[in-house]
């Protein structure tokens, strides 16, 4: 006889499991401790099988019914409703998935085989390019097109490098796609084949150690605004990129424990930078203050303090001094690095200092806060070093003049 929802309500848990029966195959069990669950009973290849159709009375008499004869539909055309299940289960979430949670199991099976190091810069190329432009963007809908996309825009800011490495990646992270079924193509194949081709190094012109009192004198001397002179000073005294420079705003500055932070933002390389200023960068910095302090640069635009200062204003100024083909507010970075190397201090430290970290090869930690105790300990003997040079200097100059 058929079931009837009459039936179903008042029948009672027992002991043990027991089985109201339909027609063909459909059944539900009541468990010992109330629970009415409906169940497909058939056979397929000469094998009984069972199937769940969900619980009474969530699962109404007349939808197990309809699941039933679904089942049976199946059934006729040669395909276990079971298996049949199975796999539209898969599918569903294949289609659900995103790049993030791709990119996560990718890195989950893959960062306990690599080197710390292979680790920590994967793991920033994800959270500073890859996972904010595809992280949301289910993985079977991303194109070509879209990852081109992608690398243009990290080639645009020069980081060549950063691009290459992340063409690996997303090849990778697709092909661990194809491997567990999540993708029927990987679409970041061959796109070493448009990749922009990287300039060629370029040395920046700077003036050797000794020639640095000279040009900061001759600077002094310069019609310029004094927020200019106090960028040249600050560029040689950091070793930041003047972009870096001239689009700080005062938040990043913490002038009472003499800290610059620079958020990944703002760096080449996607990643936060700590910038350790000697005092005489804090005393330049507080006269600064003093000119831009209401505003939320540190060198505000003289016609729209909104926006920063022009990147062809410190050039200039150093033209105007007469150096021009000779040094570079790029260039000051160099000189540092030049100078610094051969005074012997570690390369790691100089090279966290300059945020270099691009290049494979990189031996420094990625923790953004590397070596700053010795940094800054190099970083204010360098000042005083520029110090004491152009102290000397006013010194053979004032013997001159007796």
């Known amino acids: 006889m058929s079931l009837t929802d009459t039936a179903i309500r008042n029948a009672k848990p027992s002991e043990k499991l027991y089985r109201l029966t339909d027609a063909h195959g459909l059944c539900i069990e009541i468990t010992p401790n109330g629970s009415k669950l409906w169940r497909y009973r058939y056979r397929f290849d000469g094998k009984a099988k069972m199937m769940a159709l969900g619980s009474y009375p969530t699962i109404s008499l007349l939808k197990a019914r309809q699941k039933r004869d679904e089942a049976r539909q199946l059934q006729a055309e040669d395909i276990d409703p079971s298996e049949h299940r199975k796999t539209a289960k898969i599918a569903q979430k294949v289609a659900g998935l995103t790049f993030e949670l791709l990119a996560q199991e990718w890195f989950d099976y893959n960062s306990p085989r690599w080197a710390i190091a292979t680790a920590n810069k994967a793991e920033a190329y994800l959270k500073s390019d890859l996972l904010p432009a595809l992280g949301k963007r289910p993985v079977k809908a991303i194109t070509r097109p879209e990852l081109v996309d992608l690398l243009r825009k990290i080639e645009g800011r020069g980081a060549f490098n950063v691009a290459k490495k992340t063409r690996q990646w997303l090849s990778q992270i697709f092909r661990f796609g194809l491997a567990k079924g999540a993708l029927d193509s990987n679409p970041a194949t ?213």
């Open 190 to 402: 061959d796109l070493d084949v448009v990749a922009a081709l990287a300039p060629r190094t370029t040395h920046h012109p700077h003036v050797a150690f000794d020639e640095l009192p000279e040009l900061l004198e001759k600077l002094e001397a310069t019609r310029c605004h004094a927020m200019t002179r106090y960028a040249v000073r600050l560029l040689l005294l950091t070793g930041v990129r003047p972009g870096e420079l001239r689009k700080a705003p005062w938040a990043e500055f913490d002038l009472d424990t003499a800290t610059w932070t620079i958020p990944a933002e703002r760096m080449k390389a996607r990643r936060p930078h700590v910038v350790p200023l000697p005092h005489q960068a804090i005393t330049i910095l507080r006269q600064l203050k003093e000119i831009t302090g209401r505003y939320s640069l540190a060198f505000a635009g003289s016609s729209n303090p909104e926006r920063p200062m022009s990147e062809n204003t410190v050039n200039k100024a150093l033209k105007l001094a007469g150096y021009e083909g000779k040094q570079t507010g790029h260039g000051f970075r160099h000189l540092l690095s030049t100078e610094l190397n051969g005074r012997g201090y570690n390369k790691d430290w100089v090279e966290r200092q300059l945020a270099h970290g691009d290049s494979d090869d990189m031996r420094a930690t990625y923790n953004h806060a590397a070596y700053l105790k010795q940094r800054r300990k190099m970083m204010q003997e360098w000042a005083d070093s520029i110090a004491i040079a152009g102290t000397g200097t006013q010194a053979v100059k004032a013997r001159r003049m007796r």
